[in-house]
């Protein structure tokens, strides 16, 4: 069965600093892998999927996330932080066995003036 | 175009009683999948809707059930209430492809749900 692992429940960076989200993937078949941004008291929003195409994915709000086969990774990354993207982020793979999204922990971000 | 909606947004509830909670999903979405998120944690998948029928069903007792209407819309209802099934509880609508996957779930603002 296919798997998340978010490393780091609590990530902290300044405001304009690189924001680096960290999601690690097991899975026994060619994965379909997802980011998504949970703000306070909302459901889930969804900033980026890899579906076998580029490995290099571009979202929203700045965000982009690159596939590595060869690490099992699938960070989420943006260039430059701002307070606005305080909040809770969620790293998913979809299970073809179970036809749903199977989630990681998830990892919060904090923004400092 | 709406999105996927929720109601209701909160709700309180006793030890023993039962909930529902219903579902209204994106426009063109014909799949319904419902997920728990227990505080601080991720979501965990608890069962999915297509065409009318439970399609798929996560590791939850049978004291959760559902249902899907004809206008895809649904209902998740819980029995039995427990301390434990506090939580916030999402809704999320897909399509399925030409393979049948949905895998590209668009989510709801969830339904707050607290039991005492």
């Known amino acids: 069965a296919q798997s998340v692992t978010q490393l780091g429940s609590h990530v902290s960076v300044s405001e304009g600093a690189l924001v680096l989200l960290r999601c690690n993937y097991s899975?026994?078949?060619?994965?379909?892998l997802f980011w998504y941004v949970q703000y306070p008291n909302q459901g889930l929003q969804l900033l980026l999927k890899?579906?076998?195409?580029?490995?290099l994915v571009k979202g929203i709000n700045g965000f982009e996330a690159e596939f590595k086969k060869s690490e099992t990774s699938f960070h989420l990354t943006k260039p430059s932080a701002h307070m606005s993207d305080a909040a809770e982020y969620f790293c998913?793979?979809?299970?073809?066995?179970?036809?749903?999204?199977?989630f990681g922990g998830g990892t919060r971000l904090m923004v400092k003036p | 175009d709406a999105g996927v909606t929720q109601s209701p947004t909160h709700l309180i509830k006793t030890r023993g009683q039962q909930v529902t909670l219903r579902c209204s999903p994106k426009?063109?979405?014909?799949?319904v999948s419902w997920y728990q998120q227990a505080l601080g944690q991720g979501p965990q998948f608890i069962f999915q809707?297509?065409?009318?029928?439970?399609?798929q069903r996560g590791n939850f007792p049978d004291r959760f059930s559902g249902h899907q209407f004809p206008n895809y819309s649904s209902e998740l209802n819980v029995n039995a209430l427990l301390l434990g099934d506090s939580a916030l509880y999402l809704c999320?609508?897909?399509?399925?492809?030409?393979?049948?996957?949905?895998?590209?779930?668009?989510f709801g603002p969830g339904t707050r749900l607290t039991v005492t």
């Open positions: 999320a609508s897909s399509h399925r492809d030409v393979y049948l996957r949905s895998y590209e779930q668009y």
């Open positions: 899975s026994s078949v060619p994965p379909y």
């Open positions: 890899y579906t076998s195409a580029a490995t």
């Open positions: 809707y297509y065409e009318e029928e439970e399609r």
């Open positions: 426009s063109g979405h014909d799949t």
């Open positions: 998913a793979v979809y299970n073809n066995a179970g036809n749903m999204l199977t």
